[in-house]
Each structure stands twice: as structure tokens, then as C-alpha cells.
């Protein structure tokens, strides 16, 4: 089965950058695609990338487009979120999962358990 785990959160001023990283296991070729998402609190689930492997293409939610940057290491079967000029609204869960770049808020499946990221000075 697919499996995802996130690290790289914590504690962050705004302004300030973070990396997360996203491991994955059970992945049979190169095709699945990895997104990210996120939750803050009182908020529904939005996506925020999706890294599409047909389209060779990463998408980004409109909110955060410009300042995040999505990308992935197939080889390593791992994800990375670079997230710059943080804001406290960024402070949310923020999970991979499968993600389909045409579904509303690039879908997901396979989610991981999350890694806290909290914008605060």
C-alpha cells in the first residue's frame, strides 16, 4: 500500500521560511502524483500543490502560488514544500497525499498524518 510520512515543522516568524519533506513507500512507478495540502485551524482541507507526474507539471492553489514551491525527487520516492515569506494564516497541518491536479482542491488519497507548522512571533 501507499504510505506517507511529513516532517520539517515547527515553530516559524513570519517572514520566515521552512522546508517540508515527504517520504513515501508503496509506490510502484513514477506516475503517482504527490500533493500537498493543508488544514488550519477552524478550516476545512485546501490543497495548496499538486505535483502531476503525466503533465510533468506542478500546480499551486492561487493563495500561495509564488511563494511556495513544490517539487519532488523520484528517485528518493520524496516530496519537498518550500514555503517562503510565511505569514500567520500559513499556520496549519500540512499532509501529502495522492492528488489529482483536475479534482477541486486536487482531490487526495493515501493522506499522511501531518507535520504542524505554526507562524508566530
Known amino acids: 500500500q501507499v504510505q506517507f510520512v511529513e516532517s520539517g515543522g515547527g515553530l516559524v516568524q513570519p517572514g520566515g521560511s521552512l522546508r517540508l519533506s515527504c517520504a513515501a513507500s508503496g509506490l510502484t512507478s513514477d506516475f503517482y502524483s504527490i500533493g500537498w495540502f493543508r488544514q488550519a485551524p477552524g478550516k476545512e482541507r485546501e490543497g495548496v500543490a499538486c505535483?502531476?507526474?503525466?503533465?510533468?507539471?506542478?500546480y499551486y492553489s492561487e493563495n500561495i502560488k509564488g511563494r511556495f514551491t513544490a517539487s519532488r525527487d523520484n528517485g528518493k520516492d520524496t516530496a519537498y514544500l518550500q514555503m517562503n515569506s510565511l505569514n500567520p494564516e500559513d499556520t496549519a497541518v500540512y499532509s501529502c497525499?495522492?492528488?489529482?491536479?483536475?479534482?477541486?482542491?486536487?482531490?487526495?488519497?493515501?493522506w499522511g498524518r501531518g507535520t504542524q507548522v505554526t507562524v508566530s512571533s
Open positions: 505535483i502531476s507526474a503525466s503533465m510533468h507539471t506542478t
Open positions: 497525499a495522492l492528488c489529482d491536479y483536475k479534482a477541486p482542491g486536487f482531490g487526495g488519497a493515501y
